[in-house]
């Protein structure tokens, strides 16, 4: 009996030795696991640690690409006309928050000129040579690709723009009604605004092409009927006004001087002699006659739509009886500070005010879709007073903000 316990007891002794080391074998393997699978996160943490030093590393050696400014720049003489002229299209510039600088390059050959005061922080006026007359030839548009030039190559000015910056070069008698998305320029890609000067420029100023006008078809000769605006790049102006500047010279001397496009015909020669390729888009609107211009884009009491971004106030325009033009006043002084006769005429009495008012938000353009009436003397008139409200009550507005802060 004592035998028999014994061995049971010796079986189950051994019994219970062979469980222990199996759960110390099962144990050391659970353990062996965990410890692989924390080593394994610490060698992944390792990796991803060198992999961000790494990367950052690379950025910190990388070139930064510095982001892009907008220049809007206009071209002028030194007169009482250039001044208000320019402070209109400023305050446009301030109104709508058009980002980057605004310069005015004054072609002024009067050392002591001085230009009417200005608190807008982004507006500079920089004073370049007057290239007007040369050799008798009397044409003060050469003075906006020759001053460029000068400003942008010869001058010591701290304001010239890096080549990556967007310029938007201007003519003086046009203003800001919207905003511009300018995404698109590129090295040899820019915009200008539609004109309606046809190919026909481009046969008579054929042999100075380089045989790159023979090539055109009409269809092709449309496409580069365009005017300022401008847009290019600082770097694509930098190698266009040489030659634009030389060939308006020489269409000056080779065809009739009483021409007054000639800087505008040089300019797309010269764009295409370069490969600089401008997309003609309907930026502006100047000619309550012309349907070709972007009428349907233009509101009466909100922003225009884009891409029309520009009024250009180069003809004549009428309200209620009244008519007013630009070269009407070019004797305007704005810094003798009449705050009573220094702002330009306006619908004043009750039927001029009414027949004004009765214009107000009638349409700008034919709307098939809305049915409206066919009569095109109603949309040219209402066209007219559109125009009229935009540049003489806008102008007025910035006269009165000047006398009120410097007279």
Known sequence: MASSLSVDNSRLTEAGNITIVARMRRTKMVLLLLLAVVLLQIWFLIQRTHGQSSKQQDSASAPTVPRRQLYTVFSTECTPFNDWNSLVLVESHKRLQIPGPIIRLMSCDKEDYAVPRSSYAPYHVVRVPQFNPLNGDDFSPRNKGAGLKYWLLQSNSSLVPEPEDVIILADPDQIFISHLDLDEVRHGFGMASSYAMGPTFLRKYSKFCDGRCDRLSDADGWELSYGAPYILTTHDFRLL??????????????????????????????????????????????????????????????LSQPPASFLHYCQRYNLAGISWSKHDHHNFELKACDRRGGLFREPSTAEERQSAEAMRGRPLHKDWAKGQPTDRSSILEARQAWMFEKVVTFANEAFRGYYEEFC
């Open 241 to 302: 006004t040489p030659l634009w500047t030389e060939l308006t010279e020489e269409f000056r001397r080779f065809q009739d001087k009483a021409d007054w496009l000639t800087e505008m015909y040089s300019y797309v020669i010269a764009s295409l002699r370069l490969n600089i390729t401008h997309q003609r888009l309907p930026l502006m609107v100047s000619n309550a006659q012309d349907d070709g211009e972007p009428w349907r884009l233009l509101r009466w009491h909100t």
